[in-house]
């Protein structure tokens, strides 16, 4: 089972909160939790992208599981964790449905049932990858740091203060927060200049959740700014929302979900 956060860009400017964009990997089935946070602008990994036989591997070799195997009691919170054996057997179970699940997943291959059936069978053992910018966390924190928190949940959210309260904000390019976007990645290219080409290239590695291409190859700026004009064009507008520029208002007032930073996304005509 993995956890694991990193941070993709740090930008800092005086009078504004810092504006950070992680990338998170978790197991899916808490992501719904994670989804109730407004103030955060996320994108994701889909499993209707994700080749079949590559996800079962993944279940496989990683498979999600709860970080904790807590005993029944009223309510939200779990009692007592299980003793040692009961632990053990209840993740062999657990396991066992997850061999149960890649079985039918495959017979459903046999089928030649498309990967965005399949593949959400498998989806409560596996993990989601997750881009996430945002101002604001103290709440986020607050509430999921907590020992109420459900314990998965709680393990993700004290990896994100950790990666945060690891980094240190940086100047942004231009004014501009840009995850995924380098300065080598703007070095030469004149259309760069003003931000706003760098930025629908940074919206289209917002929509991989990544730097690099689907394949794992490196980046091709003309291809992501493809990518960003059929996102747009189409109307799927979350991948504009990790980039900002430095805001021409006040430092407190609030462009989209962000203070003190004029979000992209409000900066396209079709918004």
């Given at each position: 089972?993995?956890?694991?956060?990193?941070?993709?860009?740090?930008?800092?400017?005086?009078?504004?909160?810092?504006?950070?964009?992680?990338?998170?990997?978790?197991?899916?089935?808490?992501?719904?939790?994670?989804?109730?946070?407004?103030?955060?602008?996320?994108?994701?990994?889909?499993?209707?992208?994700?080749?079949?036989?590559?996800?079962?591997?993944?279940?496989?070799?990683?498979?999600?599981?709860?970080?904790?195997?807590?005993?029944?009691?009223?309510?939200?919170?779990?009692?007592?964790?299980?003793?040692?054996?009961?632990?053990?057997?209840?993740?062999?179970?657990?396991?066992?449905?997850?061999?149960?699940?890649?079985?039918?997943?495959?017979?459903?291959?046999?089928?030649?049932?498309?990967?965005?059936?399949?593949?959400?069978?498998?989806?409560?053992?596996?993990?989601?990858?997750?881009?996430?910018?945002?101002?604001?966390?103290?709440?986020?924190?607050?509430?999921?740091?907590?020992?109420?928190?459900?314990?998965?949940?709680?393990?993700?959210?004290?990896?994100?203060?950790?990666?945060?309260?690891?980094?240190?904000?940086?100047?942004?390019?231009?004014?501009?927060?840009?995850?995924?976007?380098?300065?080598?990645?703007?070095?030469?290219?004149?259309?760069?200049?003003?931000?706003?080409?760098?930025?629908?290239?940074?919206?289209?590695?917002?929509?991989?959740?990544?730097?690099?291409?689907?394949?794992?190859?490196?980046?091709?700026?003309e291809k992501d700014l493809a990518l960003a004009d059929r996102l747009r064009e189409s109307c799927h507008m979350s991948p504009f929302e990790h980039q900002a520029q430095v805001t021409r208002n006040e430092g407190t007032a609030m462009w989209g979900n962000f203070t003190g930073w004029d979000q992209f996304r409000k900066m396209l005509e079709q918004e």
């Amino acid at each position: 089972m993995t956890i694991a956060v990193k941070v993709v860009a740090h930008s800092g400017w005086p009078g504004s909160p810092d504006l950070i964009t992680l990338q998170c990997r978790y197991p899916r089935f808490i992501h719904a939790e994670f989804m109730t946070h407004r103030v955060f602008s996320r994108n994701a990994s889909s499993s209707r992208a994700i080749p079949i036989e590559r996800m079962i591997q993944d279940v496989i070799d990683d498979p999600a599981m709860p970080v904790s195997w807590g005993s029944n009691k009223p309510g939200m919170q779990a009692g007592n964790d299980l003793d040692e054996t009961d632990a053990r057997e209840a993740q062999q179970i657990w396991l066992l449905a997850r061999d149960l699940a890649v079985d039918q997943a495959r017979s459903m291959v046999r089928l030649n049932a498309h990967k965005q059936i399949v593949n959400r069978l498998l989806e409560p053992f596996g993990h989601i990858s997750v881009v996430v910018t945002a101002t604001e966390w103290d709440n986020f924190f607050t509430l999921r740091c907590h020992p109420a928190a459900d314990p998965t949940m709680r393990a993700l959210a004290e990896a994100m203060r950790d990666a945060i309260a690891g980094s240190t904000a940086v100047e942004p390019l231009g004014g501009w927060h840009l995850p995924y976007i380098s300065e080598g990645d703007l070095a030469g290219r004149r259309p760069f200049i003003g931000g706003y080409l760098a930025a629908f290239a940074s919206a289209a590695r917002c929509a991989r959740v990544s730097y690099l291409n689907h394949d794992g190859t490196n980046p091709d700026v003309e291809k992501d700014l493809a990518l960003a004009d059929r996102l747009r064009e189409s109307c799927h507008m979350s991948p504009f929302e990790h980039q900002a520029q430095v805001t021409r208002n006040e430092g407190t007032a609030m462009w989209g979900n962000f203070t003190g930073w004029d979000q992209f996304r409000k900066m396209l005509e079709q918004e």
